[in-house]
Structures are given as C-alpha cells and as structure tokens.
C-alpha cells in the first residue's frame, strides 16, 4: 500500500469509542463526543495565534482540524467530517500537533484553566422527529451532520460553533416536564466531579440507570440537564 493509499485508509478507518479514548490517553487530548479536543494555554493572543498557525501547517487543509484561538489559549478539534468521528488519522495528527505545541515549550492539555474541555448538546424531545427537525434547520441555519441526512438524524453548525441538535424519541406528550434540554458531554473520569459539583449547586439526580452514559439532573423548578460520556454505549 502505498503513502496515499495509506493515509486514505486511515482517514476512513472509524475507531471504536474505547479505542478513540486509549489512542490519546497521555497526549493530551480527550475524546468527547465523537472527536479529539485539547486545549493549549498560551497566556497571550499573539503565542496563541503562532501555535495556531503552526498546529495548521501539520493539519493541512483537509479539513480535520477546527480551532478556537482565544486571549490566553487555543482550543484544537480533530475529526473525520466524512464518519463523524475520529480515524487512525485523526490519531496521528492529534500527535504531530502535541510535537509542535512542544516546541513552543507549553503542552497539550484535556484540562486546566476554568474547566476541562467538554461538548454541548441540545437534546429535543420529539414525538414526529421528522415533522419538527426542518424547523430547527432552518431556523438555526444548521446542516446535516456529515454521513447521516436521516429524518431523525442530528443537525450541525457547519461553521462548528454552535451546538449539535438531537432528537429523543417520545411515546406521548410531556407537558408536565421540559421538552428541550443539554446535554454536556465531559471527559469520561470527570463526570461524578461534574455531578457533585451539580448536586451542591441545589441540582437532584433523577435518573442514573443509563450511567456511565448520561445521567439525568435537573434545578430546583425541574428544568433537566444530561453528563453524559463515551462510556457505556456501543463500541
């Protein structure tokens, strides 16, 4: 197999859950909701914005790399639009990027500052998914998620800023409890810091029996929020 063939073959090669979080334990990156995300803290706008340059002359310009330059850091996203997740070549462009970062004597980094990384999602109770999503599309300006056009099938940011837009399926109406809710997805080993720090903060627990892969809390007046991990789900 040759160079290109390989690298194609990596790019398509969509790893496992378990397997994309052990691919990058002690890189500095952690694998949350289908993609790679590290943080890199610069302390300055303009060190950021060199490691950002130099974090995209690794990537290249096929696509895999997103970032979020800020005052004090850049924050780095690896995924296979094409799966929606991530690949072999996600793997390895997750390590070139650490080596780079490297060089400038700061490291990539899962954790620090305010909060670890995590991903937000918006989670819509739906009796007829497929009556209401054409909705939400338009009037978020969202696209289909890359490899899943499905009626019930989340919507995305394509400019990837905004949160994902899933649909939960319900058996009958639910007026007595919210219909839309988050869904924050953390790394794996920081969901029960995040839980008690939300049950000290007047949250209840009200449901766990899915757990590791959400657990369902909600405020004082009832209002629901998800933790939710890799962990737990299929592959």
């Known amino acids: 197999m040759g160079v290109m063939d390989e690298a194609s073959h990596d790019a398509r090669t969509k790893l496992s859950r378990p397997e994309a979080s052990d691919a ?4 500095g990156w ?13 302390g300055s ?17 096929d696509g895999h790399l997103r970032m979020d330059v800020r005052a004090d850091r850049v924050i780095l996203s690896l995924q296979t639009a094409a799966v929606a997740s ?19 004597k700061l490291t990539t980094q899962g954790g620090g500052g305010a909060r670890s990384v995590q991903l937000v999602e918006i989670g819509i109770d739906a009796l007829e998914a497929a009556r209401i999503r054409p909705f939400w599309q338009a009037v978020l300006g969202y696209a289909d998620e890359p490899g899943n056009s499905g009626p019930e099938a989340p919507l995305v940011d394509p400019l990837g800023q ?4 899933c649909f939960q399926q319900m058996d009958a109406p639910r007026p007595q409890r919210n219909r839309i809710h988050l869904d924050v997805a953390v790394p794996h080993d920081e969901a029960h ?31 629901e929020a998800c933790i939710t991990t890799w962990q737990g789900r299929d592959g």
């Open 30 to 42: 952690r694998y949350v909701l289908g993609e790679f995300r590290t943080q890199v803290l610069t």
């Open 193 to 223: 810091q995040r839980i008690q720090a939300t049950l000290a903060a007047g949250g209840t627990l009200t449901y766990d029996a899915e757990a590791p892969a959400f657990w369902v809390l909600a405020d004082p007046e009832g209002n």
């Open 162 to 165: 905004g949160p994902a837009i």
């Open 86 to 104: 991530v690949t072999l070549h996600d793997v390895a462009l997750a390590r070139r990027i650490s080596a780079v970062v490297s060089e400038f």
């Open 24 to 27: 990058v334990t002690g890189l």
């Open 45 to 61: 706008l303009p060190l950021a914005a060199d490691v950002a340059a130099q974090a995209a002359a690794v990537a290249g310009a």
